[in-house]
């Protein structure tokens, strides 16, 4: 029961998808183009291990600053105070965190670049400034986490990756990595909305400022709609750029990616319920999973 409590207080399905793009971004990716690469095996999981830990601290911090709002907003998910004590899942935090930082810290210096320790400590720092002050801050909060978790992606090729290297295998590593975290960028960015309109009771009576409150929900709905264009838009361009190359991998992205986000843009002017858009943030999530596993199909194109 308690190592159930656990998992999910780190939000272990999570954490599995962000272990996941890493995996499939070093094992496959960067190997089906021959990308030089800079990290042994071990020293991979290392700086995985060092985000993981990281973010799942972030999880729960937010648990902590966020127990009197999911006690109105989903009551029969709270951790905190039900499964362990506010004080037992504060020493779990401390203890996750300066884990996830030593790792990050070791790693910088054993490939002779401490300056990137700055990384792990920043990305610790934020997510806990985001749990206990920017989440309340329309879209400020939002922004903040959608970039975390496509830093992620950004966090491996500033380790892994060699960038001094000018051939265009390894050029094109690079800029699809980068694409892929812009892709996660705004994917998170909407659904931060979305589960900010699900939430909006619960945030209300904790007088927290987010976007659906400030502006109310329907134009809420409008500017998560309008943000759905931005990915809609780096698709299309993707699209028009790779469709004579990769067209497997274009075909895919129009039926797994395209086609669901524009069914989002266009639900969400008629979503009315916490159901609807409870639904609407698993299908952005399902989207955002399925965009990663195009890696699968590029990759095969190359073969």
């Known amino acids: 029961m308690k190592l159930a409590a656990f998992l999910r207080l780190i939000r272990w399905e999570n954490l599995l998808l962000l272990f996941y793009i890493q995996l499939l971004l070093k094992f496959l990716f960067f190997s089906s183009f021959n990308a030089t690469t800079n990290l042994s095996t071990l020293q991979f999981y290392i700086l995985v291990c060092a985000i993981l830990t990281i973010t799942a601290a972030g999880y729960i911090i937010n648990d902590i600053f ?87 992606i950004i966090a491996l090729c500033l380790f892994d990756l060699n960038f001094a290297i000018q051939n265009d295998p390894q050029q094109l590593v690079i800029y699809v990595a980068l694409l892929l975290s812009a892709f996660a960028f705004l994917i998170n960015l909407v659904r931060e909305i979305v589960k900010d309109i699900e939430d909006i009771n619960g945030d209300y009576l904790l007088k927290m400022n987010t976007l659906p409150i400030l502006l109310g929900i329907s134009r809420a709905k409008k500017i998560a709609s309008f943000l759905c264009l931005f990915p809609i838009g780096l698709l299309l361009f993707i699209v028009v750029k790779y469709a004579s190359i990769y067209k497997y991998t274009v075909l895919y992205l129009l039926l797994f990616s395209l086609v669901p986000l524009l069914y989002v843009a266009l639900k969400l002017f008629s979503a009315k319920t916490k159901k609807d858009f409870k639904k609407l943030s698993l299908l952005l999530k399902m989207i955002m999973f399925l965009g990663i596993n195009s890696l699968f199909v590029f990759s095969l194109n190359v073969h």
Request: charged share 15%; aromatic share 12%.
């Open 66 to 152: 966020d127990l009197k709002a999911d006690l109105i907003n989903k009551p029969n998910k709270v951790i905190v105070a039900r499964h362990f004590s506010v004080e037992s899942v504060q020493r779990i935090y401390l203890a996750t965190n300066t884990l996830g930082i030593v790792l990050g810290i070791g790693l910088s210096l054993s490939v002779q670049k401490p300056t990137y320790s700055f990384i792990f400590i920043g990305a610790s720092l934020l997510l806990y400034f985001y749990s206990k002050k920017l989440k309340s801050k329309p879209l400020i909060g939002n922004i903040t986490v959608s970039f975390l978790i496509a830093f992620s």
